[in-house]
């Protein structure tokens, strides 16, 4: 049985109105631009659900927005981060969207760079402020921003991740869940893990032999 914290009662310190449309929404905008990791020009806000039905009553609009800002849960310019993104010359917009099996309130944040090119982050806000991502650019993944998650993308090939786990034991650092996935010769991993870790075993991590990519995220 789920144990309950202070935090799944009361939910988070917030802009209203709703936890679950502006505090998850913000989260999920704000993940998403941490996992981009690149200057934002164009982003398109695919909604789906209870999203799609209630974006502007609601501030799911202004909290993703807000959050692909940079700005958390409790900031004062979530109000105006529409008309903030607009001045800072980031073109945005809001497409319904169906999707199978999928969480009521579900979004694909889809970044659009300048040549066209496209890269996107498919997650969920799961009730009192939580989030859940559930893809990266098509590969599937499962985590919530709780916890330092390592996302590592690499040639597939026996002992990759005996290797990172050797270097992440060598700093005392314990692996909490591991979601790995596998397609033409490239695969993907994430892992939650318990505690921080330095720059310098990220380092050796990502210059391991066909280690292709190696990206930190700090809990929100």
């Not at 802009?15 to 934002?40: E, M, Q, V």
């Not at 982003?43 to 209630?54: A, N, R």
């Amino acid at each position: 049985m789920k144990n309950y914290g202070l935090f799944d009662v009361i939910g988070p310190i917030m802009i209203g109105p709703s936890s679950s449309h502006t505090a998850g929404a913000c989260r999920l905008g704000r993940i998403s631009k941490i996992i981009y990791a690149r200057d934002i020009k164009k982003v398109i806000f695919h909604l789906h659900g209870s999203f799609k039905s209630t974006y502007q009553g609601h501030g799911t609009d202004r909290a993703l927005v807000g959050g692909i800002l940079g700005y958390d849960t409790d900031d004062d310019r979530i109000r105006d981060a529409l008309d903030i993104a607009t001045k800072r010359g980031i073109e945005f917009s809001f497409v319904p969207m169906d999707l199978v099996f999928a969480h009521p309130n579900t979004v694909k944040t889809e970044f659009i760079d300048p040549n066209g090119e496209s890269f996107y982050v498919i997650g969920s806000s799961i009730g009192g402020g939580a989030i859940e991502i559930t893809n990266i650019n098509g590969v599937e993944v499962k985590f919530g921003g709780v916890y330092n998650t390592i996302i590592l993308k690499y040639n597939d090939r026996y002992g990759m991740i005996a290797q990172v786990s050797t270097i992440l034991a060598e700093n005392k650092i314990n692996i909490g869940s591991l979601v790995m996935n596998r397609e033409e010769g490239v695969a993907s991993a994430i892992m939650e893990i318990d505690g921080g870790i330095d720059e310098m075993a990220i380092y050796r991590i990502s210059k391991l032999p066909d280690m292709l990519e190696c990206m930190i995220l700090k809990p929100l």
